[in-house]
């Protein structure tokens, strides 16, 4: 069991790794693709508030699988 929830935590870790770099804070992703970024506070549209809401669903499976794993090893 501490083995799966260990394999988890390694692919969930590595997923939002990558999803907060490819959330560019300043430009956003508009601007990482070479687009104009004409304000610093944009709505988010399209992939950029797919990301915003993946990386929040990644935090959050992270954290339970931080307990989870608490509770296993306790």
Known sequence: MELYIDIAMIIT???????????SKGAGLGGFMGGDAGSIF???RGIEKVLFRVTIGLSALFFV??????????
């Open 13 to 23: 870790s590595i997923a939002l790794v990558l999803s907060v770099i490819l959330q």
């Open 42 to 44: 944009t709505a988010r």
């Open 65 to 74: 699988l931080a307990i989870i794993a608490t509770i296993v090893r306790g």
